[in-house]
């Protein structure tokens, strides 16, 4: 697999096949993914793999403290503007029509989004952990690190899914971890096996042409 067909070929997965992902597949992952630029080459992300025991610890920990809070890191600005605001609002009804739950069905969209906090059913989940006191550039160099990890285990013929619904449970988490102080869970990454007959796993989210995107001068 070349790296364009990489990057067309992970898509969000959102529902796993059981099957383990052994501790030697994840470090081959990381070991690749560490390759990721930084500014600085700061490298400012760690990692935190669970699988087994320590993943269902963590299941524990949602059940009993979701929904969690989010604090003032939110998801999304306030009154998403367009385009945002339409692409946001696309994806999730083209993912709740493949599963056949309509807009006034709030339990079963509830339910759906709960199967966040089961890592969609993936045997692994990393969680990627920052500096609080890191800027915005961090952060991006954060997602550089996070697209690698996606794309290495795409070529390995894993699956994945960015959870930053896990955000919500910062805090309980950095306590179940013993995070120091200054270190935060941004985001979680479920791991493992794409079940393919899952009907939700046929998503797949449209793209701004080129021309939406780039403006090009002086060529
Ligand atoms: C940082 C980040 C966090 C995300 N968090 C979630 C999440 O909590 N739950 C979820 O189902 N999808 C999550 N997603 C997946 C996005 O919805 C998805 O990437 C987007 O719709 C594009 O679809 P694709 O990944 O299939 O190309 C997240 C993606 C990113 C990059």
Partial sequence: MNVDEALKARVSIRAFKPDAVSEAQVRDILDVARYAPSGGNLQPWKVIAVAGDARQEVLDIAKANLPGHIGERFIYPADLWEPY?????????????????????????????????????????????????????????LGMFMQSIALAATERGLATCMQEAWATLRTPLKAHFGLEEQEMIYCAIALGYADMSAPVNALRSDRAPVDEIATFKGF
């Fill in 85 to 141: 605001r339409s692409r946001r609002f696309k994806v999730g009804e083209d993912m709740y029509a493949l599963l056949g739950v309509p807009r006034d069905n709030k339990m079963g969209r509830l339910q759906q989004f709960a199967r966040n906090y089961e890592f969609f059913g993936a045997p692994v989940g990393l969680f990627i952990v920052i500096d609080e006191r890191m800027g915005y550039g961090q952060w991006a160099h």
